[in-house]
């Protein structure tokens, strides 16, 4: 995405860099290693098109990188930028935790 398409605010820009769900979740996984296509492609459980499709936008935005390490092998990681996102995906699994665990007393609570 070019700089000057970005949105002046600032929760705007980072949901137009990775709010799809695949893409946050491809961050996910290149936050423990790098991988193969295919490695991501079953982790993920996602169609190749859509793999395809975020990997090119991620690449193209600067957040990983694709090398090709021999003939027919590609691995992605993350570029320096998109370990920024750490904190972000950390803060994101420390609040769905909190949130499943408020559901199940609520749910608790309205069964009782």
Same mark, same amino acid.
């Given at each position: 995405m070019d700089y000057k398409e970005l949105s002046s605010n600032p929760v705007q820009v980072l949901l137009? $860099? %990775?709010? *799809? #769900?695949? #893409? =946050? =979740?491809i961050i996910q996984e290149l936050l423990k290693s790098e991988m193969r296509f295919s490695q991501l492609k079953k982790k993920l459980g996602c /169609? *190749? #098109? /859509? $793999? %395809?499709?975020c990997l090119k936008e991620l690449e193209e935005d600067g957040l990983i990188v694709r090398e090709e390490v021999e003939e027919n092998r590609v691995e992605y990681y993350l570029a320096d930028v998109g370990y920024t996102l750490r904190p972000v995906i950390e803060a994101m699994q420390k609040w769905g935790k909190e949130y499943k665990k408020l559901r199940k007393l609520m749910n608790n609570l309205n069964n009782k």
């Open positions: 137009q $860099l %990775v709010g *799809a #769900k695949w #893409k =946050l =979740l /169609t *190749a #098109k /859509t $793999l %395809v499709s």
